[in-house]
């Protein structure tokens, strides 16, 4: 079945740690993006990528990098300059070109639990 | 500014009720696109349904239906006899393909827990 596999499930960051989420898709899909979840709040974008080798920054890039080698993986790292990188990491993917990006339903993985040690 | 509103944290109901969740946007373009997600507790989101802002036309998809107002800018969300498996938070949100460097972002609410009691 098609879908987008996120990993680890849960994973924990040391002090001035790098940590690394991956997020795969078979979908087929030209856009993916990273999405962080805070308790009792909505989803916020850290980064997007329309195409390979091309990504864009969100709304709260800071502390956080990406890459996009290849079509059907996005990870991305949490740096040590993220000072309070817990939360709930969810990777999504969508189909289109340009404009119609915006247009189209995204598709969520089951998402990534980053805490602190 | 925030551009998506849910203004219910939280909602409980007895099963076989009807529960509506509120969602009121703001936005300048006269071209863009509304969503409802569900996201259970396992945490993956679950695409429900797209509006987009030409097509006023309310929707109906079982127990779900969605009734959009552009004169209120609202889109909201009914679940007629609730079931227990509708317990989730539900997310309503906003795209703007024409608003420059956030054309291809998705804005969203905070989101609406529901729980349905048994």
């Known amino acids: 079945d098609g879908g987008i596999t996120q990993s680890p499930k849960y994973l924990f960051r040391k002090e001035g740690q790098n940590v690394t989420l991956s997020c795969e898709q078979n979908l087929n899909h030209d856009a993916m993006y990273w999405y962080r979840q805070d308790p009792g709040q909505g989803l916020r974008l850290i980064y997007y990528?329309?195409?390979?080798?091309?990504?864009q920054k969100g709304d709260i890039a800071e502390g956080y990098s990406v890459s996009r080698e290849k079509k059907e993986s996005f990870p991305l790292t949490v740096t040590s300059a993220q000072k309070n990188p817990t939360a709930f990491y969810l990777c999504?993917?969508?189909?289109?070109?340009?404009?119609?990006?915006?247009?189209?339903?995204?598709?969520f993985g089951d998402g990534t639990r980053l805490s602190i040690l | 500014a925030q551009k998506v509103t849910q203004a219910q944290t939280e909602i409980s109901v007895v099963e076989k009720e009807d529960v509506t969740l509120d969602c009121v946007y703001e936005?300048?373009?006269?071209?863009?696109?509304l969503f409802w997600y569900k996201q259970p507790p396992s945490g993956e989101l679950v695409f429900l349904i797209r509006?987009?802002?030409?097509?006023?036309q309310n929707e109906i998809s079982g127990r779900y239906s969605w009734n959009f107002q552009k004169s209120t800018s609202s889109f909201n969300f009914t679940i007629t006899a609730s079931q227990v498996v509708d317990s989730a938070v539900y997310f309503c949100?906003?795209?703007?393909?024409?608003?420059?460097?956030?054309?291809?972002?998705?804005?969203f609410g905070k989101g609406t827990k529901l729980s349905v009691i048994p």
């Open positions: 990528s329309q195409i390979v080798n091309d990504f």
């Open positions: 509006r987009n802002s030409f097509d006023e």
């Open positions: 949100a906003l795209s703007e393909p024409y608003s420059g460097a956030g054309s291809y972002q998705l804005t």
């Open positions: 936005t300048r373009d006269t071209t863009y696109y």
């Open positions: 999504a993917s969508t189909s289109g070109t340009d404009y119609s990006f915006s247009n189209q339903p995204q598709h």
